[in-house]
Each structure stands twice: as structure tokens, then as C-alpha cells.
């Protein structure tokens, strides 16, 4: 019995020193989440901004400019997941991993050829440990992410859109995130960030299009100074919303961690008394049963 009261005591010992790690890892995400939802809503506006100015100038002028059509001399499709660094934040990387291999076999499903982009070591891993080429990987501090980390995917996607086909060039730019939708819902998605899909402000077939713009130089160049800079901003954006979703979600795992921590003391707790109590009856018995022998004798 004592050596149950020990295994006992041990286990709450170790049980309660993971409730502190889960309570810390709780505290630190509930600290940095408010931050993490302020970058979001300050990066949106500039986003939307400057998705409606290129939609305006793709709209309002009649320049066929190759970010803006489809490609047809390759199949390939460049597809980046937004995962995280580290684990312990529920089926937040998990859940966006399966969104990119549903997307993966769609596309394959439709004679595409997936070149695959990972940021986050959880897809990192994923991908290494099946042996599956990734054409761009970027990992370090995924819940807090720096606008040169934007600009570094971007280039490499921007690289890959442009370039020919016997180069290995995409005809596509799809991108998994998750998207904050609040504390309590975070929900991956799909977005193709290239070729742009323009779809504000179409008129009518039977309506003429009033130009509302004058482009100076051009249209073109305006349209080639713009589109680096949208794609940069809308993968800004899709960091920083998959880093709030992440970081809800460790809050949530952790605080759900803490609570089956309690539950697990309260259990071996429960045990040990009974351990102990058991003991202590055992004990009772072996006096009496000594003190009715002397008697006896």
C-alpha cells in the first residue's frame, strides 16, 4: 500500500508541474491574442485597398496584363500552406494541412501538377516526412509574423508566376489559411490569389463600363507596379489572420489542457487516500489481531 501511495503522490507531483506549463502557455497566448487581432484589423483596410485599385484598373481599362490571365502553356499550381511553428494549439495546423491535401487532390483530380509551399514547421514536417518536395519553406515565429517573411513568399511566388514554363513556371497561386473569425471559430480556407479574379464593379453584358480612371503612364505600368505589392499584402494578410487563428486556438487547447490536468489530480488524489486509508485499516487490523494472540496466550 505505501508503494501505491507513492506512485500516487508522484504522478500528482508530475501532473501538477504540467498544469503550470499548461497554465503559462494560456497566459502567454491570451496576452499576445489582443495584438494579434489589432495587426489584423489594421492590415485588412490596406488589403481591400488595394485589391479595389487593381480591380479598378483591370476593369476600367483594356490592358490583357499576364497577372491577370490565365496561363495555358503549363499545369502546375503553386500551393502554400499557413501552418504553425509549434504544437499544442489543438487541430489548428491539422486543420489546415487537410484543407491543402483536399486541395491537392482536386487539382489532381483535374490534371493539375501541385508545386507545394509550406510556412510553419507543422507543415514543414508534415511534408519532409513524406518524402514530398517543397519548392519554399519558411519557418520562425509563425504567430507573430514580420512583413519581411511576406515580402520573402511573395518574391518566391511572384518568381514562380512569372517565370516560363520550361522554367517551372505556375499557372496558378492558391493559398490554405486559417481565417479569424473570432475567439471561438477559426476556419481554414482557400483562397487563388493568382491569376487575379476580378469581380467588382462588372457591369451588365448590355451596359458600357463608364471609365472612371486615367492611368499615367499607362495602364500596364501601373498595373506591374501594383500587382507585387497586392500579393505581398494579401499573403501579409493571410499570416497575420492564421497567426491570430493560432494563437485562439492555443488558448483554447491550453485552457482545456489545464481543466483535464485538475481532473487527473482530483482522481490520483482520490486514489491515494483510498491508498492510504486502506493502509491504515490494514495496519488496525495487524494490532488487533497481535493484541488477541498475547491475550491468548
Given at each position: 500500500?505505501?508503494?501505491?501511495?507513492?506512485?500516487?503522490?508522484?504522478?500528482?507531483?508530475?501532473?501538477?508541474?504540467?498544469?503550470?506549463?499548461?497554465?503559462?502557455?494560456?497566459?502567454?497566448?491570451?496576452?499576445?491574442?489582443?495584438?494579434?487581432?489589432?495587426?489584423?484589423?489594421?492590415?485588412?483596410?490596406?488589403?481591400?485597398?488595394?485589391?479595389?485599385?487593381?480591380?479598378?484598373v483591370s476593369i476600367h481599362s483594356d490592358v490583357d496584363h499576364p497577372l491577370t490571365s490565365k496561363r495555358t502553356d503549363?499545369?502546375?499550381v503553386a500551393v502554400l500552406v499557413v501552418s504553425a511553428d509549434r504544437g499544442m494549439a489543438g487541430a489548428y495546423s491539422?486543420?489546415?494541412?487537410?484543407?491543402?491535401?483536399?486541395?491537392?487532390?482536386?487539382?489532381?483530380?483535374?490534371?493539375?501538377?501541385?508545386?507545394?509551399?509550406?510556412?510553419?514547421?507543422?507543415?514543414?514536417?508534415?511534408?519532409?516526412?513524406?518524402?514530398?518536395?517543397?519548392?519554399?519553406?519558411?519557418?520562425?515565429?509563425?504567430?507573430?509574423?514580420?512583413?519581411?517573411?511576406?515580402?520573402?513568399?511573395?518574391?518566391?511566388?511572384?518568381?514562380?508566376?512569372?517565370?516560363?514554363?520550361?522554367?517551372?513556371?505556375?499557372?496558378?497561386?492558391?493559398?490554405?489559411?486559417?481565417?479569424?473569425?473570432?475567439?471561438?471559430?477559426?476556419?481554414?480556407?482557400?483562397?487563388?490569389?493568382?491569376?487575379?479574379?476580378?469581380?467588382?464593379?462588372?457591369?451588365?453584358?448590355?451596359?458600357?463600363?463608364?471609365?472612371?480612371?486615367?492611368?499615367?503612364?499607362?495602364?500596364?505600368?501601373?498595373?506591374?507596379?501594383?500587382?507585387?505589392?497586392?500579393?505581398?499584402?494579401?499573403?501579409?494578410?493571410?499570416?497575420?489572420?492564421?497567426?491570430?487563428?493560432?494563437?485562439?486556438?492555443?488558448?483554447?487547447?491550453?485552457?482545456?489542457?489545464?481543466?483535464?490536468?485538475?481532473?487527473?489530480?482530483?482522481?490520483?488524489?482520490?486514489?491515494?487516500?483510498?491508498?492510504?486509508?486502506?493502509?491504515?485499516?490494514?495496519?488496525?487490523?495487524?494490532?488487533?489481531?497481535?493484541?488477541d494472540a498475547l491475550a491468548a496466550s
Open positions: 500500500m505505501g508503494g501505491q501511495q507513492r506512485v500516487y503522490r508522484q504522478k500528482i507531483r508530475s501532473t501538477q508541474s504540467l498544469k503550470k506549463i499548461f497554465r503559462a502557455m494560456e497566459l502567454i497566448a491570451a496576452s499576445r491574442i489582443g495584438k494579434a487581432r489589432a495587426r489584423v484589423a489594421a492590415a485588412t483596410p490596406y488589403s481591400q485597398a488595394i485589391t479595389r485599385a487593381i480591380s479598378a503549363t499545369n502546375k491539422a486543420n489546415a494541412i487537410r484543407a491543402a491535401e483536399r486541395l491537392r487532390l482536386n487539382l489532381e483530380r483535374d490534371g493539375k501538377e501541385v508545386v507545394q509551399y509550406a510556412a510553419g514547421r507543422r507543415a514543414v514536417s508534415y511534408y519532409s516526412f513524406r518524402h514530398r518536395e517543397l519548392a519554399g519553406k519558411w519557418t520562425g515565429a509563425s504567430d507573430s509574423p514580420v512583413v519581411e517573411t511576406a515580402t520573402e513568399i511573395a518574391d518566391a511566388l511572384y518568381e514562380a508566376f512569372t517565370a516560363a514554363a520550361e522554367d517551372g513556371g505556375v499557372s496558378e497561386i492558391q493559398i490554405v489559411y486559417t481565417h479569424f473569425t473570432s475567439m471561438v471559430t477559426q476556419e481554414p480556407r482557400v483562397i487563388r490569389l493568382l491569376p487575379l479574379e476580378i469581380v467588382e464593379g462588372v457591369a451588365e453584358p448590355d451596359e458600357e463600363v463608364e471609365p472612371l480612371y486615367e492611368f499615367e503612364p499607362s495602364a500596364e505600368e501601373v498595373l506591374d507596379t501594383l500587382l507585387p505589392r497586392y500579393i505581398q499584402a494579401r499573403i501579409y494578410s493571410c499570416l497575420l489572420q492564421s497567426a491570430a487563428s493560432e494563437l485562439a486556438s492555443r488558448q483554447r487547447a491550453m485552457n482545456t489542457a489545464v481543466s483535464n490536468a485538475e481532473d487527473i489530480i482530483r482522481q490520483y488524489t482520490r486514489l491515494a487516500n483510498t491508498a492510504r486509508q486502506s493502509e491504515i485499516t490494514q495496519e488496525i487490523s495487524e494490532i488487533v489481531s497481535g493484541a
